[in-house]
């Protein structure tokens, strides 16, 4: 029967194409029955997006013989008329479809070389319908407390009463400066009994500059910021830390949310109304500049940086995995193969500067604060030599590549192009060309410091070609600069420059940024967000405890400019961030887990915090703001695969401003869950070990600001319970309870005397007994938690 059918068809075949066959009968079955299963992530090994895969076929063996129909176990499949295997669920196909394959096959199963993707991508109605995408929803007359009640009353949950105002003030201090607070400042909040005098306490810490220190670090977090480039060396990045500051200084001038995603996109693009606020607005790009670099010549590799930038704006200025459509449609939200290279282009217009690799340890585009005429005065005195130098340095790369040509004309079996005459060995170049290039640094330090900034600016523009399963080259279509079809899908206006800007305009315009921002804000208060998946507001992600709750603070959020600290304090305001950690036993059997927020949830201290507070305690805390880490000269930089970057500098500022690098953590932060400097951390995870344990008890660190923290006991207190009182309030908000005052005073005896008999000097004895003290004491859960 199959034959007749065939033999009918091969006679309309020649008035049909076999393309256009294919494009209008086969192409678009394989879309709609087959595409799920077999592209990307094939199942049985099989794809269907080639000619050439069907042939190699999966498991099973080819799934096509080109000109035989009878022999090719896809159509066995499909006429289900083979032993095992049956497709396409649910049901067999319309007899024409199966036709209509069965003719494609006689004909050689024509399947054109396409950069199209097989897949047609759509967005459906749910998808469309996702609660992310919806507009913010107005909540007239709504407040925290009320929307938070309801859901606890309909539930018939009790709320926790409120904190007393000793746990109260050190969770809103440490969660505004990530401190404790001092016992001034516990005395003056519990003599100030005004109606104000909480909101007095937050007016003044979100006033601190201590404050933009806290939330800067959050946000570090998210934009995964290091203090080296990520390559295979690592190199570092010493200019790295004026992107810190400016975050830092963002918050503590509470710069309007808006303003800050635009500054960190597209601040070069930006007017500016005078040079400080021009160079200010550069340094914030640093925000893309801080992407990682691969692999060991990682100029080449920059696809791989741009897949990191997009995967950063997607996640953390709109809560979605962007890049996880590099290679094919979105497998969950509606994000297309192509919506990710129209982002891709953006970046690809960009310059990022480079900072240096084991074949170029040379920095090079990195952003001077000078203009080039200004530049090219201060270089005056030694324009000369410096172009010698230059010179040399460029007969030296070029020489490289000659080598490598060489290398690889040999290695083909062709003739090698010439060397000129009088060129060194190739094992020579190297040493010759770092040699070279430290009299350069040498004598670019003789005209003075040269200014400048890890950040971008516009490059040439371009559209990018998708890349054929993110393979750089397979190049397919080129896809114009836009956003994200779910969102708008707006083009450029302005295709002269990269797009940035009107990137950052158009991530504004979308009701999921404020529904982001405001989530992290209320997830760094209590510990979890309302969105509990902070990077992920897509279909895999969690939905909102309170999505009433998200929308009001959005809304909020957008209507009162933009300003952080407006959100800080319509949050910790309410009654529901006021209430007391105490457990309810009914409360718990319904809701364990606390989602309707009927208690506010205790949690441990940061490793920032932690820090901190021992600095703080024990007064060895360094308050200067900002500035440069102790990196070796660039002269001397060497650094290889095999010999990467890698080092640990000793600080006593607080813990913002430790170098971080992103092949190896610093060893503390790792010890207490600190962020992932290669990938956006958007949450700590924090664990409990046995490490943490002994570090609190015996590392340097504790040991010597215990002995520190005892010092200032001594000179402040005239005995040893007005000591213990005032270092558990320092350590903990609350005095020795009664009980424990003996027990303290107790110890302290003993201790003395222990030392003594180890023949301690006498005028160390009581400093030492009280350090040993206050080392239990900072390892305690009332010091290392907040209630």
């Given at each position: 029967?199959?034959?007749?059918?065939?033999?009918?068809?091969?006679?309309?075949?020649?008035?049909?194409?076999?393309?256009?066959?294919?494009?209008?009968?086969?192409?678009?079955?394989?879309v709609?029955?087959?595409?799920?299963?077999?592209?990307?992530?094939p199942?049985?090994?099989?794809?269907?997006?080639?000619?050439?895969?069907?042939?190699?076929?999966?498991r099973?063996?080819?799934?096509i013989?080109?000109?035989?129909?009878?022999?090719?176990?896809?159509?066995?499949?499909?006429?289900?008329?083979?032993?095992?295997?049956?497709?396409?669920?649910?049901?067999?196909?319309?007899?024409?479809?199966?036709?209509?394959?069965?003719?494609?096959?006689?004909?050689?199963?024509?399947?054109?070389?396409?950069?199209?993707?097989l897949?047609?991508?759509?967005?459906?109605?749910?998808?469309?319908?996702?609660?992310?995408?919806?507009?913010?929803?107005?909540?007239?007359?709504?407040?925290?407390?009320?929307?938070?009640?309801?859901?606890?009353?309909?539930?018939k949950?009790?709320?926790?009463?409120?904190?007393?105002?000793?746990?109260?003030?050190?969770?809103?201090?440490?969660?505004?400066t990530?401190?404790?607070?001092?016992?001034?400042?516990?005395?003056?909040?519990?003599?100030?009994?005004?109606?104000?005098?909480?909101?007095?306490?937050?007016?003044?810490?979100?006033?601190?500059?201590?404050?933009?220190?806290?939330?800067?670090?959050?946000?570090?977090?998210?934009?995964?910021?290091?203090?080296?480039?990520?390559?295979?060396?690592?190199?570092?990045?010493?200019?790295?830390?004026?992107?810190?500051d400016?975050?830092?200084?963002?918050?503590?001038?509470?710069?309007?949310?808006?303003?800050?995603?635009?500054?960190?996109?597209?601040?070069?693009l930006?007017?500016?109304?005078?040079?400080?606020?021009?160079?200010q607005?550069?340094?914030?790009?640093?925000?893309?500049?801080?992407?990682?670099?691969?692999?060991?010549?990682p100029?080449?590799?920059?696809?791989?940086?741009?897949?990191?930038?997009?995967?950063?704006?997607?996640k953390?200025?709109?809560?979605?995995?962007?890049?996880?459509?590099?290679?094919?449609?979105?497998k969950?939200?509606?994000?297309?193969?192509?919506?990710?290279?129209?982002?891709?282009?953006?970046?690809?217009?960009?310059?990022?500067?480079?900072?240096?690799?084991?074949?170029?340890?040379?920095?090079?585009d990195?952003?001077?604060?000078?203009?080039?005429?200004?530049?090219?005065?201060?270089?005056?005195?030694?324009?000369?030599?410096?172009?010698?130098?230059?010179?040399?340095?460029?007969q030296?790369?070029?020489?490289?590549?000659?080598?490598?040509?060489?290398?690889?004309?040999?290695?083909?079996?062709?003739?090698?192009?010439?060397?000129?005459?009088?060129?060194?060995?190739?094992?020579?170049?190297?040493?010759?060309?770092?040699?070279?290039?430290?009299?350069?640094?040498?004598?670019?330090?003789?005209?003075?410091?040269?200014?400048?900034?890890?950040?971008?600016?516009?490059?040439?523009?371009?559209?990018?070609?998708?890349?054929?399963?993110?393979?750089?080259?397979?190049?397919?279509?080129?896809?114009?600069?836009?956003f994200?079809?779910?969102?708008?899908?707006?083009?450029?206006?302005?295709?002269?420059?990269?797009?940035?800007?009107?990137?950052?305009d158009?991530?504004?315009?979308?009701?999921?940024?404020?529904r982001?921002?405001?989530?992290?804000?209320?997830?760094?208060h209590?510990?979890?967000?309302?969105?509990?998946?902070?990077?992920?507001?897509?279909?895999?992600?969690?939905?909102?405890?309170?999505?009433?709750?998200?929308?009001?603070?959005?809304?909020?959020?957008a209507?009162?400019?933009?300003?952080?600290?407006?959100?800080h304090?319509?949050?910790?305001?309410?009654?529901?961030?006021r209430?007391?950690?105490?457990?309810?036993?009914?409360?718990?059997?319904?809701?364990?887990?606390?989602?309707?927020?009927?208690k506010?949830?205790?949690?441990?201290?940061?490793?920032?915090?932690l820090?901190?507070?021992?600095?703080?305690?024990?007064?060895?805390?360094?308050?200067?703001?900002?500035?440069e880490?102790?990196?070796?000269p660039?002269?001397?930089?060497?650094?290889?695969?095999?010999?990467?970057?890698?080092?640990?500098?000793?600080?006593?500022q607080?813990?913002?401003?430790?170098?971080?690098?992103?092949?190896?953590?610093?060893?503390?932060?790792?010890?207490?869950?600190?962020?992932?400097?290669?990938?956006s951390?958007?949450?700590?995870?924090?664990?409990?070990?046995?490490?943490?344990?002994?570090?609190?008890?015996?590392?340097?660190?504790?040991?010597?600001?215990?002995?520190?923290?005892?010092?200032?006991?001594?000179?402040?207190?005239?005995?040893?319970?007005?000591?213990?009182?005032?270092?558990?309030?320092?350590?903990?908000?609350?005095?020795?309870?009664?009980?424990?005052?003996?027990?303290?005073?107790?110890?302290?005896?003993?201790?003395?005397?222990a030392?003594?008999?180890?023949?301690?000097?006498?005028?160390?004895?009581?400093?030492?007994?009280?350090?040993?003290?206050?080392?239990?004491?900072?390892?305690?859960?009332?010091?290392?938690?907040?209630?």
């Amino acid at each position: 029967m199959l034959t007749g059918i065939l033999l009918l068809l091969a006679a309309v075949a020649a008035a049909e194409d076999p393309t256009e066959h294919f494009e209008t009968k086969v192409r678009p079955m394989f879309v709609k029955k087959c595409n799920a299963c077999h592209t990307s992530a094939p199942q049985a090994g099989l794809r269907l997006d080639s000619r050439d895969a069907m042939i190699t076929g999966g498991r099973s063996g080819a799934a096509i013989v080109p000109g035989d129909p009878d022999k090719s176990l896809l159509m066995a499949v499909l006429n289900h008329t083979h032993a095992r295997i049956q497709m396409p669920p649910p049901g067999k196909l319309p007899q024409e479809e199966l036709d209509a394959v069965a003719l494609w096959i006689k004909q050689g199963a024509v399947f054109p070389a396409s950069t199209k993707p097989l897949v047609s991508f759509r967005i459906s109605d749910e998808q469309r319908a996702h609660w992310a995408f919806q507009p913010i929803a107005s909540q007239p007359g709504a407040t925290i407390d009320s929307i938070v009640r309801a859901r606890l009353a309909a539930k018939k949950l009790k709320p926790a009463p409120q904190a007393d105002r000793i746990t109260l003030l050190r969770r809103v201090t440490y969660d505004l400066t990530g401190l404790p607070p001092t016992i001034d400042e516990l005395d003056g909040f519990l003599s100030d009994r005004s109606p104000q005098a909480y909101e007095k306490v937050i007016d003044r810490l979100l006033a601190s500059p201590r404050y933009g220190e806290r939330w800067g670090r959050h946000w570090l977090d998210v934009v995964r910021y290091a203090d080296t480039a990520g390559d295979s060396s690592d190199y570092p990045v010493p200019q790295a830390h004026k992107y810190r500051d400016w975050v830092i200084a963002a918050f503590n001038r509470d710069m309007p949310y808006d303003q800050f995603v635009r500054e960190q996109l597209a601040g070069d693009l930006l007017p500016s109304s005078n040079e400080e606020q021009r160079w200010q607005r550069l340094i914030a790009t640093g925000y893309v500049a801080n992407t990682r670099r691969f692999s060991v010549v990682p100029e080449r590799q920059m696809h791989l940086s741009y897949d990191d930038t997009i995967d950063n704006v997607g996640k953390a200025f709109l809560g979605l995995s962007v890049n996880c459509a590099r290679c094919h449609d979105h497998k969950y939200d509606p994000i297309s193969n192509k919506d990710y290279y129209a982002l891709f282009g953006i970046f690809a217009s960009t310059r990022y500067p480079f900072a240096g690799s084991e074949n170029r340890n040379q920095q090079a585009d990195f952003i001077r604060r000078k203009s080039d005429a200004e530049f090219a005065k201060q270089l005056a005195p030694i324009q000369a030599e410096l172009q010698a130098i230059d010179a040399k340095l460029k007969q030296l790369e070029d020489l490289r590549k000659l080598y490598t040509e060489r290398s690889a004309a040999l290695r083909a079996g062709k003739e090698p192009p010439p060397l000129p005459e009088g060129a060194i060995e190739q094992t020579k170049i190297k040493p010759e060309y770092n040699k070279t290039l430290g009299q350069r640094m040498e004598l670019l330090a003789k005209v003075g410091p040269i200014e400048d900034a890890y950040a971008v600016i516009d490059d040439k523009p371009v559209d990018a070609p998708v890349l054929l399963r993110g393979e750089v080259d397979k190049k397919g279509d080129i896809v114009e600069r836009r956003f994200l079809e779910i969102l708008g899908g707006q083009t450029l206006k302005d295709k002269s420059a990269s797009g940035r800007r009107e990137l950052a305009d158009w991530i504004l315009g979308t009701p999921i940024a404020a529904r982001v921002m405001v989530n992290r804000v209320w997830q760094f208060h209590f510990g979890r967000g309302i969105v509990t998946t902070p990077n992920d507001f897509g279909k895999r992600g969690m939905k909102p405890t309170h999505p009433e709750l998200l929308d009001y603070l959005a809304s909020q959020f957008a209507q009162g400019g933009w300003s952080v600290k407006k959100l800080h304090r319509i949050i910790l305001l309410s009654e529901t961030y006021r209430q007391s950690s105490v457990g309810d036993a009914a409360n718990t059997a319904v809701d364990p887990g606390n989602d309707l927020l009927w208690k506010f949830d205790r949690r441990r201290l940061d490793a920032e915090s932690l820090r901190d507070s021992l600095l703080a305690l024990g007064g060895t805390l360094d308050w200067k703001m900002g500035g440069e880490h102790p990196f070796p000269p660039m002269q001397e930089w060497r650094y290889t695969q095999h010999r990467p970057y890698a080092a640990v500098y000793e600080s006593n500022q607080r813990s913002v401003y430790l170098m971080t690098q992103r092949i190896q953590r610093h060893p503390y932060l790792a010890m207490f869950d600190g962020a992932d400097t290669n990938a956006s951390t958007p949450a700590r995870s924090p664990s409990i070990t046995p490490i943490q344990a002994l570090f609190q008890m015996n590392s340097k660190l504790v040991e010597e600001n215990s002995e520190g923290f005892a010092a200032k006991l001594l000179a402040s207190y005239s005995d040893d319970k007005a000591r213990i009182d005032a270092a558990h309030r320092m350590a903990t908000g609350r005095a020795a309870a009664p009980e424990l005052q003996g027990k303290a005073a107790e110890y302290l005896t003993a201790a003395q005397r222990a030392l003594q008999k180890a023949g301690v000097a006498e005028e160390s004895h009581r400093r030492k007994a009280l350090a040993s003290y206050l080392r239990a004491l900072l390892a305690s859960n009332e010091f290392m938690f907040v209630d």
